[in-house]
């Protein structure tokens, strides 16, 4: 951890302890919205949504750095579809000088949802792809449409994942 991260984790080191939620609406379709943000960790948590339609568990938007999801459960909402609205780890970067970086997705248990985890950096120019990502042993449990969807990324490592989906799903 760096010396000016903030850290959200519970006080014993037991996921199910402490649960953050929300119910998601269109307009806030999120549990956790992290916009520009740097420095931040979520760790030994369970963060889910009570939406339906709308149930992102977490949004990154534009410029984000240097944040961990780590030895989390993060649930979503049991869905039949392949909208991105439900995707549990939802990442876009819509602006044309600023990068997502450094960021660790490691340790969780990702439950339900369309997608585990949605990537789409909206510029292509590679200078500008997402950078220095780490997705590794997580257990990526019954997402409708994919575990993973990336696009457009730099130096990225996917390690020691499990994707499981029950075969009466898509």
Not at 34 to 59: N, W
Not at 94 to 117: A, E
Not at 119 to 142: G, K, P, R, V
Request: aromatic residues 14%; contains cysteine; glycine residues 4%.
């Amino acid at each position: 951890d760096k010396p000016d991260a903030i850290i959200f984790q519970s006080a014993n080191g037991d996921s199910t302890d402490v649960v953050l939620t929300s119910n998601a609406t269109f307009s806030n379709n999120y549990t956790v919205l992290l916009d520009s943000a740097r420095g931040v960790t979520f760790r030994h948590m369970t963060i889910k949504t009570s939406g339906t339609s709308y149930s992102r568990v977490f949004e990154f938007r534009d410029e984000v750095e240097d944040v961990g999801l780590c030895n989390n459960i993060i649930q979503g909402y049991q869905s039949t579809s392949t909208s991105d609205y439900r995707s549990l780890i939802y990442m876009y970067n819509s602006n044309n000088d600023q990068s997502i970086s450094n960021i660790t997705i490691k340790n969780n248990h990702l439950k339900d949802g369309s997608f585990g985890i949605y990537l789409y950096n909206y510029n292509n120019a590679e200078s500008l792809w997402a950078n220095n990502f780490t997705i590794e042993h997580n257990d990526f449990d019954d997402q409708y449409y994919m575990g993973l969807y990336l696009r457009y990324l730099n130096d990225f490592r996917l390690n020691h994942n499990r994707i499981i989906n029950d075969a009466s799903q898509h």
